[in-house]
């Protein structure tokens, strides 16, 4: 992150909008420019969530400003950046630990950050997954805790 501090606002918020536009294509498995409600509950069960088609329908519902039943970036954008301004975000914070730390121990081995990852279609090199953990490893125990996570996540860019 202290390389992302010495850039220009504008160079940020151009790393932040081709971060959302992996994750929304992350989503758009069919890649037709929107999220369905089948593609959006086909990642929540990738990254362990169990919602019903009544909660599916209602998160499209929150953000589908144009009433078409389906998500396109701009609404992505936004209910992505009211999700990081919003006030509960300590319990989505530790169940997204949660979904990286697979065997409850309270920490993210390389092992479980690289499966996550692969889960979500992301094919990370050996190397790739020890820099990330490197990364956000404040303590040097080559593995990350909640603290840490909670840290690179929120960390003012």
Not at 17 to 45: P, S
Request: charged residues 35%; glycine residues 6%; without cysteine.
């Amino acid at each position: 992150n202290q390389f992302i501090s010495n850039l220009k606002p504008e160079t940020n918020l151009m790393i932040f909008l081709t971060e959302f536009k992996e994750a929304f294509m992350l989503f758009d498995k069919d890649e037709d420019g929107t999220i369905t409600m089948a593609e959006l509950g086909v990642v929540m069960r990738s990254l362990g969530q169990r919602p019903t088609e009544t909660e599916l329908r209602d998160m499209v519902n929150e953000v589908d400003q144009d009433g078409n039943g389906t998500i396109e970036f701009n609404e992505f954008l936004q209910m992505m950046s009211k999700k990081m301004k919003d006030a509960d975000g300590e319990e989505e914070l530790r169940e997204a630990f949660r979904v990286f730390d697979k065997n409850n121990d309270g920490l993210i081995s390389s092992n479980e950050l690289r499966h996550v990852m692969t889960s979500l279609g992301e094919r990370l090199s050996e190397e790739e997954v020890d820099d990330m953990i490197k990364e956000a490893d404040m303590d040097g125990d080559g593995q990350v805790n909640y603290e840490e996570f909670v840290t690179i996540l929120t960390a003012k860019n």
